[in-house]
């Protein structure tokens, strides 16, 4: 049975920072494909950032370029999502994502090609 609990979320003044951690259970994310998705109130869920092919291969959402990276510690089976500059627009709940194995470019943005999912962890970027 696979799991993915993420952890990290909370508040943070508009400019802060935040690290987010999906830890998997049942997935080795060096085999696969795992991304970050966020969902703001009264929106659809959308793509933040992905390591599309074995546990590597970055790609990251145009709204959040140069402001978030995403990485994985293979021995904690953990990913990570570093969160800079962060302003009100990125207050969304926060959401881990695993594919059985890696996507290519032009799916690894698209909710439908990951299988497993985290319950999601909140974001709030307030004054």
């Known amino acids: 049975q696979v799991q993915l609990v993420e952890s990290g979320g909370g508040w943070v003044q508009p400019g802060g920072s935040l690290k987010l951690s999906c830890r998997a259970s049942?997935?080795?994310?060096?085999?696969?494909?795992v991304g970050w998705f966020r969902q703001a109130p009264g929106k659809e869920r959308e793509f933040v950032a992905t390591l599309r092919r074995n546990g590597n291969s970055p790609m990251v959402a145009d709204s959040v370029k140069g402001r978030f990276s995403i990485s994985s510690n293979s021995a904690k089976n953990t990913a990570y999502l570093q969160m800079n500059g962060l302003g009100p627009e990125d207050t969304a709940v926060y959401y881990c994502a695993a594919a059985k194995q890696s996507l290519i470019i032009t799916t690894a943005a698209r909710e439908d090609f990951y299988d497993y999912w985290g319950q999601g962890t909140q974001v709030t970027v307030s004054s």
């Open positions: 049942g997935l080795t994310f060096s085999a696969s494909a």
